[in-house]
């Protein structure tokens, strides 16, 4: 069974710096499956980066996904005000899995 | 507009029934696979369910495995989840997303969600 970890749990940063986020598998996941969405409060979650490291349309490029194995980032190189919220990452498969997410919020 | 809109949620003792529905609109919704998830209260996502383009094929989570059933009518553009012997942990929102085959099967598209309380 395939299970997701996410860190840091929360993430406090200000605007215009770097976050970077962690999702980890607990074994090698195919990097072509794995997903990073964004939520914000009250609202559905939005596909940020397909196949671990394609922009959806309409991302900006300040999104960037890398990883592959059992290790996968999420960077938000400068923080936009809309960019806080919270992350997960999910692994595409038989049963779809998500991470238990990264709140970035503002320090 | 590319659209999925939930309806169907609500207050239902333990042991009850709902249907969720979930109306596609602005894309060829036969030719997609299509998932439920749900969010409990202050958590996070939860996979429920999918089904394929046709509706021959099926998968669930361990969790709501026969309780729920999931199934769609291409006619009317329309996705189902019929929920029975509903518990109190079921209480979340519920999602319909669209899975995306060109993207890696990411959800491209979600709803807004319903709300389904379970409760006495």
């Known amino acids: 069974e395939i299970v997701l970890t996410q860190s840091p749990g929360t993430l406090s940063l200000s605007p215009g710096e770097r976050a970077t986020l962690s999702c980890r598998a607990r074994q090698s996941v195919s990097s072509s499956y794995l997903v990073w969405y964004q939520q914000k409060p009250g609202q559905a979650p939005r596909l940020l980066i397909y196949g671990s490291s394609n922009r959806a349309t309409g991302i900006p490029d300040r999104f960037s996904g890398s990883g592959s194995g059992t290790d996968f980032t999420l960077t938000i190189r400068r923080l936009e005000p809309e960019d806080f919220a919270v992350y997960y990452c999910?692994?595409?498969?038989?049963?779809?899995?998500f991470g238990p997410g990264t709140k970035v919020d503002i320090k | 507009e590319v659209q999925l809109v939930e309806s169907g949620g609500g207050l239902v003792q333990p042991g009850g029934s709902l249907r969720l529905s979930c109306a596609a609109s602005?894309?060829?919704?036969?030719?997609?696979?299509m998932h439920w998830v749900r969010q409990a209260p202050g958590k996070g996502l939860v996979w429920v369910s999918r089904i394929n383009s046709d509706g021959s094929s099926t998968s669930y989570a361990d969790s709501v495995k026969g309780r729920f059933t999931i199934s769609r009518d291409n006619a009317k553009n329309t996705l189902y989840l019929q929920m029975n012997s509903l518990r109190a942990e079921d209480t979340a929102v519920f999602y319909c997303a669209r899975e995306a085959a060109d993207l890696f099967y990411a959800f491209d598209i979600w709803g807004q969600g319903t709300m389904v309380t379970v409760s006495s």
């Open positions: 602005g894309f060829t919704f036969s030719t997609y696979w």
């Open positions: 999910q692994q595409y498969g038989s049963s779809p899995i």
